[in-house]
């Protein structure tokens, strides 16, 4: 089947997914964000919405627009770039019109508690039926399988269940979560892999698969050496502030006007170090001079912490990364404001203009870079159901008094 007999005359992104049509059945980012990927690089994205309970998602601030017109920038971000349908799940003409997109399309993603989608007759035994190469991508808490995978689910039950919340924080105060939805993003980002894996599988051999991708697993595989300490020692990781287990130096140190980061704990960037803040004796002191001594927890906090601590102090976060340029590791510690306005980021092209409400917004932009992709343009998110009459007239055959009648009904 070639593409244009595949998406029905629908008109294509440009990019290396060009000619990949994705259904998008998900809500807020856990599975939006692993479809933006997918409409990012050039895939045409169908985002489906029920036509009275749309992506609550919209309802998330900041909000650009006026009093006519409040649109969700948080919504926009991870659904940029995508077509929008209403269609209602739950009525047998929504259900028909999902079936009849399925067989025109190459991947749909879905994240619902599972059990759902067989609820609604709508099973991947089923629609794989109708489409035998479809890549069938689910993203939940727990997973399709296993003792909980019926449990319900948030970013922080991931974060809870996967074991990262236990070692994340200060050793004197309770753990804390991570300051981002790390659970979801992280299963989205698996998702996206998968799926890519699956689709080329199902391209070679014309049989699509389940992709199936858990939070609780997607945040265990985030926790570094934590699994592997208890195997190996039972040694049950706990909260250590902005220290590392087994390296030193290498964390957050007080400047003049904030902090930094800092990891020379190798004897050549430790050398240099020293060097650099006129210091150069340090490096051959018979207690800090190797890198041993210096991992030593006592050695560190009463010898180099204090060091650095002092060094540190009489400059600002740009001065000290002026001075460590590309001879050591350092950075200062940004303000996402202070990112978004860092010449580097903008040479990378990681804020990008996306149109909202009639205005540009920047957003954060796609880290993948391919080298043969040229200049990627970002289109606005849809407003729920916007494409319904070119999508369901182009994609199943529906005509324009059909489209009134199932609209009418609820159907879309």
Known sequence: MNTAEKIGGLKERNGPLKGVTVL????????????????????????VEHPG????????????????????????????NKRGITLNLKSDDGKALLKKLVQKADILVENFRPGTMDKLGLSYEVLRELNPRLVYTAISGFGR??????????????????????MNGYADMPPVRVGTIIGDLAASLYAAIGTLAALREAEKTGVGQVVDVSQQ???????????????A????????????????????????????????????????????????????DPAIDTMEK????????TRVKPLLERWFANYTKAELEEMAGDKIP??????????????????????VDVPIAGKL??????????????????EKAPLPGEDNAEVLSRLADVTAAELARLKASGAI
């Open 294 to 301: 210096r991992f030593d927890h006592a050695v560190a906090e």
């Open 217 to 231: 697993d997607s945040v265990l595989t985030l926790t570094e050496n934590a699994v592997v300490r208890y195997t």
């Open 53 to 80: 309970e749309p992506d609550y998602a919209r309802t998330f601030p900041p909000f650009v627009g006026n009093d006519d017109e409040q649109l969700s920038a948080f919504f926009t971000q991870f659904n940029r």
């Open 361 to 378: 917004i920047g957003m954060f932009g796609l880290p993948i870079k391919l080298s043969g992709a040229g200049q990627m343009s970002f």
């Open 233 to 284: 020692q039972k040694e049950v990781a706990s909260p250590l502030g902005n220290d590392h287990p087994f390296v030193r130096p290498y964390g957050q140190f007080p400047c003049k006007d904030g902090y930094v980061f800092f990891g020379g704990y190798t004897d050549k960037f430790w050398a240099i170090t020293c060097t650099l803040f006129g210091e150069p004796e340090q490096a051959k």
């Open 145 to 166: 399988t296993g003792p909980n995978s019926s449990k319900p689910a948030y970013d922080n039950t991931g974060q809870a269940a996967g074991g990262l919340w236990s």
């Open 24 to 47: 998008d059945i998900t809500r807020v980012v856990a599975g939006p964000f692993c479809s933006m990927l997918f409409a990012d690089l050039g895939a045409t994205v169908i985002k």
């Open 330 to 351: 350092l950075s200062a510690i940004k303000t996402i404001a202070e990112v978004v306005e860092d010449p580097h980021i903008a040479a990378r092209n990681m804020i």
